[in-house]
């Protein structure tokens, strides 16, 4: 018994740290969006890659989202979607803390865990694949490799919540 608790309280820790880390990002993106939306922006209008790479640019400039209010759009679904993901998360995250207690069965709070951790890695799902369709991996390596940690934490988490 005092494994499965143990075991419980890590699975519960794992969630939370998922949804601190991604509040942060929900509250950045909403009080000082700029510092992201400036950044998905460029990346939609394949702006480092025309300045860059103008040869490859050419072969794949007929995917670039250059409209600023389409690209605004794009930028507060993302902010929707980050939004459910983080209350999924901070629901996951209770559900969890509950079942350690004993007041709630341990699969609903891993249900509603694993719900909230798809959720997390869907955002760096999308990120990888919509980055793809924009080739930014030539000139926002970073942002692809941010993307790729998030998406193995996202999957680590998943797979530690189905083990217990």
């Known amino acids: 018994m005092i494994f499965e608790t143990t075991v419980i309280a890590a699975q519960a820790a794992c969630v939370f740290f998922l949804a601190a880390w991604l509040t942060i990002g929900v509250l950045d993106n909403i009080f000082h969006s700029a510092l992201n939306s400036t ?7 394949m ?29 507060a679904i993302i902010v929707v979607w980050e939004v459910v993901a983080a209350i999924a998360l901070w629901s996951g995250f209770a559900a969890m803390l509950m079942a350690a207690l004993g007041q709630v069965d341990p699969t609903t709070g891993r249900s509603l865990a694993m719900l909230g951790a798809l959720l997390f890695t869907s955002i760096w799902v999308g990120f990888l694949v919509g980055g793809n369709w924009f080739c930014y991996w030539f000139c926002h390596e970073g942002a692809q490799n941010t993307h790729y940690q998030m998406t193995i934490w996202g999957i680590a988490t998943m797979v530690l919540l189905v083990v217990g």
């Open 39 to 45: 950044v998905t922006a460029e990346v939609l209008d």
């Open 47 to 75: 702006t480092r890659m025309r300045e860059e790479f103008p040869e490859a640019y050419e072969a794949v400039a007929h995917r670039r989202i250059s409209d600023a209010s389409v690209q605004k759009w794009l930028f």
